[in-house]
């Protein structure tokens, strides 16, 4: 039986950015990158206005699946905030637990909350470094201009969905196991990462990738190599 890998974009990215794993990951793990509305295949859709709107939306299409195969959740910067709620939502509503959570490149949310200046500043910083040669967007988005005009726009739009998220200390901890991912050349400190042990009770590893926050893209194969080994093969039914 596979598992399904659900994959929650990065603040100014969209579902395209996880096509490339596809044929990376190993035969019991099946692929779903959920898009979030203004980008990818919803390209023609408002953004969603705040927080909780975007949570409702992945969690929607989440919900489909998730009480009847096992899954597992990634999420990388925004999305690791996104994983983390959705995590609550679905075991709130009776839905199974996922088999695996991973968290990347994202501090404890306890460790940086109400700091909402922090979080524009670090999608601010985003913005003027994307364009880089090395580790930013991919280089056909940013030789046209129209899609390097839409990437920005999505991009702010996460900043102002990211300032409306207010962090709410839980009363559960996680329950299924996770593993954190970091850069090690992340302006992430390393108390910041480590600060997510205090939020479950079962197995958390932290692994730390050579990188800055884009390691999830130039150091994909070794990203992807460890999901492979961590979420568990499964027994037919």
């Known amino acids: 039986m596979k598992s399904i890998l659900f994959c929650i974009p990065y603040g ?3 579902a395209t950015a996880f096509l490339q794993w596809k ?5 019991h793990i099946e692929l779903h990158p959920v ?3 203004g980008r ?3 390209y023609d859709e408002q953004y969603n206005t705040d927080f909780p709107e975007m949570l ?4 929607d299409q989440v919900k489909q699946y998730a009480d009847k195969v096992p899954y597992a959740i990634f999420g990388h910067s925004m999305g690791a905030v996104l994983a983390y709620e959705l995590y609550y ?3 709130e509503e009776g839905y199974p637990a996922p088999v695996h959570l991973f968290i990347s490149g994202r501090p404890a949310p306890n460790t940086i909350a109400g700091r909402k200046s922090l979080l524009s500043k670090m999608f601010g910083q985003l913005q003027h470094n994307i364009f880089r040669k090395n580790g930013g967007i991919p280089d056909e988005i940013a030789k046209r201009p129209e899609l390097a005009k839409k990437f920005r726009e999505v991009l702010q739009s996460d900043i102002r969905l990211m300032d409306t998220y207010s962090y709410k200390p839980k009363q559960d901890k996680i329950r299924c196991p996770v593993t954190i991912f970091s850069g090690m050349q992340d302006q992430i ?8 042990e205090s939020h479950t009770i079962n197995t958390c590893n932290m692994i730390w990738m050579n990188g800055d926050h884009f390691f999830l893209e130039t150091s994909r194969g070794e990203l992807i190599s460890i999901i492979n080994s961590t979420i568990p093969v499964l027994s037919s039914r």
């Open 23 to 27: 044929p990376m990951l190993e035969g």
């Open 35 to 37: 898009e979030i509305s």
């Open 12 to 14: 100014g990215s969209s």
């Open 89 to 91: 939502r679905l075991v």
């Open 40 to 42: 990818g295949l919803r």
């Open 56 to 59: 409702n939306d992945l969690a």
């Open 189 to 196: 400190s390393k108390d910041e990462i480590q600060a997510w």
